[in-house]
């Protein structure tokens, strides 16, 4: 079971920047994709970002240009870089592991623009 801790959430203004973090418990070379994902309260969980073993990223339409997706091999953390923060950037993003036995969530972190 892979487990994965996210951190770098908190309180922005709108306009500034933040890297969240997802650390997990091992090897993201076994881990088929890495993703970050971002759910607004009473809505559907949206797909942000995703980061594949081989390194291939892919971004959902709406955040191209702002975010950006990267992994440090050696920490074992993927990296969400959010620029440009806007109020409705205000929800809680999670990372998930997709390693083929399964797929796993971490807490979650919370992101409060204000504008």
């Known amino acids: 079971q892979v487990q994965l801790v996210e951190s770098g959430g908190g309180l922005v203004q709108a306009g500034g920047s933040l890297r969240l973090s997802c650390a997990a418990s091992?090897?993201?070379?076994?881990?088929?994709?890495i993703s970050w994902y971002r759910q607004a309260p009473g809505k559907q969980r949206e797909l942000v970002a995703f980061?594949?073993?081989?390194?291939?990223?892919n971004f959902a339409d709406s955040w191209k240009g702002r975010f950006t997706i990267s992994r440090d091999i050696a920490k074992n953390t993927v990296y969400l870089q959010m620029n440009s923060l806007k109020p409705e950037d205000t929800v809680v993003y999670s990372c998930?592991?997709?390693?083929?036995?399964?797929?796993?969530w971490g807490q979650g972190t919370q992101v409060t623009v204000s504008s």
């Open positions: 980061i594949t073993s081989g390194g291939v990223t």
């Open positions: 998930n592991a997709n390693t083929g036995r399964g797929q796993y």
């Open positions: 091992e090897s993201i070379f076994s881990i088929r994709a």
